[in-house]
């Protein structure tokens, strides 16, 4: 079953229109996609909402806790886990790599280096950020659109820039 799911959500589902586009036809993708993606991400919950042309392999490593938002044409890259908490939003564009290859001092050495990234419960990651391997960004954070996130976020954090930087926070 969770094959045909795959197949279908690659093929088909992944193409259909935006959920704001278009009426109920918009609404009607929008159903499909979230379906066939509660089978193909391994651990989704029913009230995940999946945007056209997000991309995330096979879906063994992500887990999207209630209400997870994943925004129009993410990618989620790499062989470790990504967990993306409730209620947390996803921007267009926005990339999450969990590996990278192996460095030594002479230059690369085969192979890959995974580690997990998790995103906190109602956070928010702005259009084409990219998150790289073992940060974790806390709950109620923010990340600024274009940002590239090197190091962990604190909770109600907001954070911006090439590499990231917390600029302020948010009131609790």
């Known amino acids: 079953m969770r094959i045909i799911a795959y197949l279908l959500y690659?093929?088909?589902?992944?193409?259909?229109?935006?959920?704001y586009d278009f009426g109920i036809a918009g609404r009607i993708s929008k159903k499909i996609r979230n379906i066939l993606c509660r089978v193909v991400i391994k651990g989704a919950h029913p009230t995940i909402f999946v945007e056209r042309g997000a991309?995330?392999?096979g879906?063994?490593?992500l887990i999207?806790?209630?209400?997870?938002?994943?925004?129009?044409?993410?990618?989620f890259m790499g062989e470790g886990?990504?967990?993306?908490?409730?209620?947390?939003?996803l921007g267009p564009d926005v990339i999450i790599l969990t590996s990278d290859h192996k460095l030594k001092k002479d230059g690369f050495e085969k192979g890959y280096v995974s580690?997990?990234?998790?995103?906190?419960?109602?956070?928010?990651?702005?259009?084409?950020?990219?998150?790289?391997?073992?940060?974790?960004?806390?709950?109620y954070a923010v990340v600024g659109a274009g940002a590239v996130?090197?190091?962990d976020i604190p909770e109600y954090a907001i954070?911006?820039?090439?590499?990231?930087?917390?600029?302020?926070?948010?009131?609790?």
């Open 115 to 139: 580690k997990d990234v998790e995103i906190g419960d109602y956070a928010w990651i702005g259009a084409r950020a990219i998150i790289l391997k073992g940060v974790k960004i806390g709950n």
């Open 81 to 89: 886990k990504i967990i993306i908490g409730k209620h947390a939003m």
């Open 59 to 61: 879906g063994g490593n």
């Open 10 to 19: 690659y093929c088909l589902a992944k193409h259909l229109p935006r959920s």
């Open 159 to 172: 954070a911006a820039g090439n590499p990231a930087k917390v600029i302020k926070y948010r009131d609790k």
């Open 55 to 57: 991309d995330f392999g």
């Open 64 to 75: 999207v806790k209630e209400y997870g938002c994943i925004g129009e044409n993410a990618r």
């Open 149 to 151: 996130v090197t190091k």
